[in-house]
């Protein structure tokens, strides 16, 4: 019998719908056993953003993808990018270089979790953001080489929040757009979104007193140059901007990312 319907169509379309070959970059984020030969997929691509894929053959020790699906690797992939909601299909991957934390400092293996926890979370599928992909790269690189983990840290978070648009303002009222002078201490609103003047202050929930020097740091660290590489993060400060980043990030998300709760070896 043949479904002369509507729905009856738009199921045959879906079926006969052909699958495009893309290629491009992928960070891997996430990576969970489907069966005992395959594994699904979290991957922060270059070109395409964040996507899903079901890698058949992934867990085989002699497979097509060349080793290359562990956990914060970067592989040029090949994938079929499905018509439906269903998972895309990765057909093709090259390693270009693993994640590799020097010595036992297990600081830096906690940093690449968290770039990949901000970016499972804080990206939406197919909505590409080259520049926050090179910065996860970077961040990735400079970390298995031994770099500032407090710096690089707060560097990705940084470019993140500007990239993704949840930028706090640091320099003009949340809630007025006054001008707000960036010294001593300043009012620092987690739900208004930034700085707070004296009058709007006041009835705002979740609000923080935090040292200019503080607000000064995320400036230069969201500032689109290298003057954060002349900025180190030191003694009282590094510790205040770690718990003003942290209580912002969880107050945008929803909830505390998992790599919070470890990263209080960046604030010593």
């Known amino acids: 019998m043949i479904d002369h319907s509507p729905d009856g169509c738009n199921r045959r379309n879906e079926k006969s719908a052909p699958m495009s070959s893309e290629k491009t970059t992928?960070?891997?984020?996430?990576?969970?056993?489907?069966?005992?030969?395959?594994?699904?997929?979290?991957?922060?691509?270059?070109?395409?953003?964040?996507?899903?894929?079901?890698?058949?053959?992934g867990r085989r020790p002699k497979g097509p993808f060349d080793s290359a699906l562990d956990l914060l690797t970067v592989c040029r992939i090949v994938f079929l990018?499905?018509?439906?909601?269903?998972?895309?299909?990765?057909?093709?991957?090259?390693?270009?270089?693993?994640?590799?934390?020097?010595?036992?400092?297990?600081?830096?293996l906690y940093a690449g979790y968290y770039v990949a926890e901000l970016l499972t979370k804080m990206t939406d599928e197919y909505d590409p953001h080259p520049r926050l992909f090179d910065a996860a790269q970077s961040a990735l690189k400079e970390l298995a080489e031994g770099g500032a983990v407090a710096s690089l840290v707060l560097r990705f978070e940084m470019t993140a929040l500007v990239e993704l648009g949840h930028m706090p303002s640091l320099e003009m009222c949340a809630e007025c757009g006054q001008n707000v002078e960036?010294?001593?201490?300043?009012?620092?609103?987690?739900?208004?979104?930034?700085?707070?003047?004296?009058?709007?202050?006041?009835?705002?929930?979740?609000?923080?007193?935090?040292?200019?020097?503080?607000?000064?740091?995320?400036?230069?660290?969201?500032?689109?140059?290298?003057?954060?590489?002349?900025a180190p993060l030191e003694g009282r400060v590094r510790g205040e901007l770690r718990g003003i980043m942290n209580h912002y990030l969880s107050n945008l998300l929803g909830q505390e990312p998992k790599m919070h709760r470890y990263l209080t070896a960046f604030s010593s």
């Not at 004296?198 to 740091?217: D, E, H, I, P, T």
């Open 182 to 230: 960036l010294s001593g201490r300043v009012w620092f609103g987690h739900l208004a979104g930034g700085v707070l003047c004296g009058r709007c202050r006041a009835g705002q929930r979740k609000v923080a007193v935090v040292n200019s020097r503080v607000l000064k740091l995320m400036q230069c660290y969201a500032a689109d140059n290298d003057a954060w590489r002349r």
């Open 81 to 108: 990018r499905k018509s439906t909601g269903a998972l895309d299909l990765l057909t093709e991957a090259k390693l270009v270089r693993r994640f590799r934390p020097p010595g036992r400092d297990l600081s830096c």
């Open 26 to 57: 992928a960070i891997v984020l996430r990576v969970v056993p489907f069966s005992e030969t395959s594994s699904i997929l979290t991957l922060f691509t270059r070109d395409f953003g964040k996507l899903g894929a079901m890698a058949k053959g």
